[in-house]
């Protein structure tokens, strides 16, 4: 029972599906199709430079590009060198792992101004990716202020504050570590809607915001005393962590730290100010209200430059792809016969690597529970024709490791490699 499977998208969970597809189909072909030249998705772009444990991840998926079913081919866009149709004729199960990489809008005045970025083009452009590696960034003279409460947030804040002594071993891109080495902000704002009971962060993410050289957590509008609540389990552990770990930080001294992080609680943003570029932003205070955070009609002003909203992100469409409310439109992760979808494009922005892992590896099933059996569709001979007729020039594996060398080989001494950044 041969099948032919491509899989849109060489993230975490794309390559999760491909290992279980090759386990459980030793027979089928399966083609790993990506716009960009590089794979590995998030893990690459999107995942904290200095967090190069969890980058680890990507030696499981250099095992999975061991079998000899399995194909990398990067380089290659769904609605430019082939539609989505086209993918539907030639292969029995398309499984689409895009991800979701737009970010969303905050829907105030002063979005447009120069000086406002969203989280997935700011990270993308320290990370090197060739989409956003010329935003080039308006940092100071005055803070940086980041909207949101989650990971990616503290991500942020991490990656400007941090030393060059504390970017050791780690990937930071050469043009972005020198961007930031020359702004050296000293006041960065984190903004969240909610109190600190209702932090979106993980603890492991919290903890290290007490470890950095330069820089001062203070909390503000928020005694930390609220229990927090939730109906799983494990998230409530992880809200009552994180209080634990913010009442250490609250008692921390000082010392000679120069940079001061403001964690500011209970406040949304109202208004970005500026005529041309940013000068400030206006939050208004919040308040719980039957269980809806609403506006208290005071308001108040910040100085800075640059704003980020990390407040979530959308999946880019291709053309023919059904799509509902910045996901892609499924039932269950089934998007139409022999289409299927897992991941953030299934269900939004949330989870870990390892919670989509689960997902998807029960998507593929799914997948293959539903699989009729062997076909007359072509699936890799097809591509590979459709893409030489066309000049399309793809990327294999052998071609990534090629790229991954130089990268390697172009290291700054502290850093573990020098990321080609461009297409």
Known sequence: MSAKIAIIGSGPSGFYAADTFAKKMPDCKIDIIDRLHTPFGLVRAGVAPDHQGTKNI???????????????????????????????????????????????????????????????????????????????????????????????????????????????????????????????????????????????FTPSEANELGHLQDCHPVILNDDLSEAPTDDDPKSLKNKEKNLEILRGLKDQDRADKAKTLHMQFWAKPVAILGDTAVTGLRLER????????????????????????????????????????????????????????????????????PTNRKESMEMAKRAMDDFAGASDKIGPKGLDKLLSDRGVHSV????????????????RDGRVREKIVSF
Request: glycine letters at 12%; hydrophobic letters at 40%; charged letters at 25%.
């Open 58 to 200: 990507t030696r499981q998926f250099e095992r999975t590009m061991q079998n000899d079913a399995v194909r990398f081919i990067g380089n290659v866009e769904i609605g430019r060198d082939i539609s989505y149709d086209e993918l539907k004729d030639l292969y029995d199960i398309v499984f689409l792992a895009i991800g979701a990489a737009t970010d969303r809008k905050l829907g105030i005045a002063g979005e447009d101004l120069d000086g406002v970025y969203g989280s997935a083009a700011f990270v993308g452009w320290y990370n090197g990716h060739p989409d956003f590696v010329d935003l080039a960034p308006k940092l100071g003279p005055h803070g940086v202020a980041i909207i949101g409460n989650g990971n990616v947030a503290i991500d942020i804040v991490r990656v400007l504050a941090k030393n060059a002594d504390e970017m050791e071993g780690s990937d930071l891109c050469v043009h972005a570590e020198e961007r930031i080495r020359r702004a050296n902000v000293s006041d960065f704002y984190m903004i969240g809607r909610r109190g600190a009971a209702h932090a979106a």
């Open 286 to 353: 919040t308040k719980l209200d039957q269980g809806r955070v609403v506006g208290t009609g005071e308001t108040f002003d910040i100085a800075v430059s640059c704003v980020i909203s990390a407040i979530g992100y959308e999946t880019r469409p291709f053309d023919g792809l059904p799509m509902n409310a910045g996901i892609v439109k499924n039932n269950d992760g089934v998007v139409e016969s022999g289409v299927y979808v897992s991941g953030w494009a299934k269900h939004g922005p949330q989870g870990t690597i």
């Open 396 to 411: 294999d594996f052998a071609n990534w490791k090629m790229i991954e060398q130089r990268e390697e080989q172009a290291a």
